[in-house]
């Protein structure tokens, strides 16, 4: 089944002023100006629609949705935020985080995304098998996933932040690390699953976790992740726990690696930079969740010049609030512009980032553009509300004007979104069961 995406209003990518053929899960062809694809069995007529390769979210919580706008956490830097919300959010359950897997998923997609790394760290009695829930959600709904087995293993006892009852020991974590990488893993390209260890960040972990989860990662050929220097806080915690900046500790436990994508990755200074860039680890740049809670700006110019893949992520629900990647799109371009000025950040960079920049943060070379032998996946927006009258390139008006919901997702070939509604979701009733589980944490 080879289908024509024909004609589009404009195309985030070279050469396919025409549009793209899809062949099963992929992209088969771009169709140049003048040119005619052959062998069509079906056409799309995409004349009323801008076409993105399908949006990346390289960082979440899904968990998060649950606690949106709480008034125990608003308002407040990361470190308060994060003590007044643990005990909180100790309290999940099993069917609460798989509703708020469902919602988070279905949010993200309507706003275009087709891939999304959710980073789950909280693992309270009860709930270890969050990523086995994950999965099964991303499956249901058709999402490309990277499930990352977050953890932390150092509690207020030992010195770290979050309190006992949301923590595991090191043996739990790494025996459950191992469980779900051979159960869910897939390193092959095309993969619709993939697992990545995630320790939660350097305020909550032991450098033994670290180390032991960078070896796992090598044995299994998965990604590693973690929140670093988001805060100057984290960086005095970490002098202070263990003599190392954070970037130091990186290097100390086996991470300085291409393995490796961070959340935030804000206070760097310039000679870390060029190690970070030399080392390959991407950084996932959120805008959103920066600016609430005041953690400062990524230096993502400089980190993409050292060469840094550079990605965007909407972080989870309580510091966004919103699970909207197109939003963070238009958040990376204005915060980008205010500090480095309005013609060095482009709505051509921040789409960038959202898309070839993001897959390369998840070690994927196989989502992220439109081109041939690339995976199927696509956003496509239409420019017919009010907000988007009068406007002149199209493209650029997805981020200027502000679009926020896509009208079609493709994944792996197959429409995931189709007149702006999920395929086979209904959304009245998973926002009343989502809005009843958040709730209990009132
Ligand atoms: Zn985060």
Redesign the pocket.
């Known amino acids: 089944m080879r289908t024509w995406i024909k004609d589009p209003l404009a195309i985030f990518a070279d050469s396919a002023e025409r549009g793209l053929v899809v062949e099963g899960t992929r992209i088969a062809e771009r169709v140049g100006r003048g040119a005619t694809p052959e062998r069509i069995d079906a056409t799309f007529d995409a004349s009323r629609h801008v076409v993105l390769p399908g949006l990346v979210n390289t960082?979440h919580?899904f968990y998060q949705t649950l606690t949106r706008a709480h008034p125990s956490a608003i308002n407040k830097p990361l470190f308060a935020w994060l003590t007044a919300l643990y005990p909180i959010w100790s309290r999940l359950k099993p069917n609460q985080l798989r509703l708020a897997a469902r919602l988070a998923l279905t949010e993200l997609m309507l706003s275009g995304c087709t891939t999304a790394a959710d980073?789950h760290y909280l693992y309270p009695e009860g709930l270890e098998n969050a990523v086995d829930i994950e999965v099964e959600e991303a499956r249901a709904l058709g999402m490309r996933m990277t499930v990352s087995r977050g953890s932390m293993n150092l509690s207020e006892k030992d010195g770290g932040l979050p309190p006992d009852s949301v923590v595991q020991d090191e043996e739990t974590i790494l025996a459950d690390s191992e469980r779900v990488l051979k159960l869910f893993h897939d390193p092959k390209p095309g993969a619709k699953i993939r697992v990545a260890l995630a320790p939660c960040s350097p305020f909550s972990i032991s450098k033994d976790l670290m180390t032991e989860s960078a070896r796992l990662a090598e044995r299994y050929d998965c990604q590693l992740h973690t929140?670093l220097c988001e805060t100057e806080d984290e960086e005095r915690f970490c002098l202070k726990m263990c003599g190392l900046r954070p970037v130091d500790l990186l290097e100390e436990t086996g991470w300085m690696s291409s393995r490796v994508w961070l959340?935030h990755g804000i206070h760097f200074n310039p000679h870390e930079i060029a190690r970070l860039g030399n080392a390959g680890v991407g950084v996932s740049h959120c805008a959103a969740s920066n600016m609430v809670l005041a953690s400062g700006i990524c230096p993502t110019c400089e980190l993409e010049a050292a060469g840094s893949p550079v990605g965007l992520g909407v972080?989870?629900s309580a510091s966004n609030d919103s699970s909207n990647m197109m939003e963070a799109v238009r958040h990376a371009l204005m915060i980008g512009r205010l500090r480095y000025g309005a013609d060095k950040v482009t709505h051509r960079d921040v789409l960038r980032w959202a898309t070839e920049g993001s897959a390369r943060c998840l070690g994927r070379s196989d989502i992220g553009r439109i081109e041939a032998g690339y995976e199927a996946d696509l956003a496509l927006f239409k420019l017919d509300e009010p907000r988007f009258s009068g406007a002149h390139d199209p493209l650029a008006a997805l981020v200027l004007c502000g679009a926020h919901r896509a009208d079609r997702v493709m994944v792996a070939g197959e429409w995931r979104v189709v007149d702006g509604a999920p395929v086979g979701v209904d959304l009245d009733a998973l926002v009343a069961q989502h809005q009843a589980a958040a709730r209990d944490f009132a």
Do not use: M, P
Request: glycine letters at 14%.
């Open positions: 960082h919580h980073h929140h959340a972080d989870g």
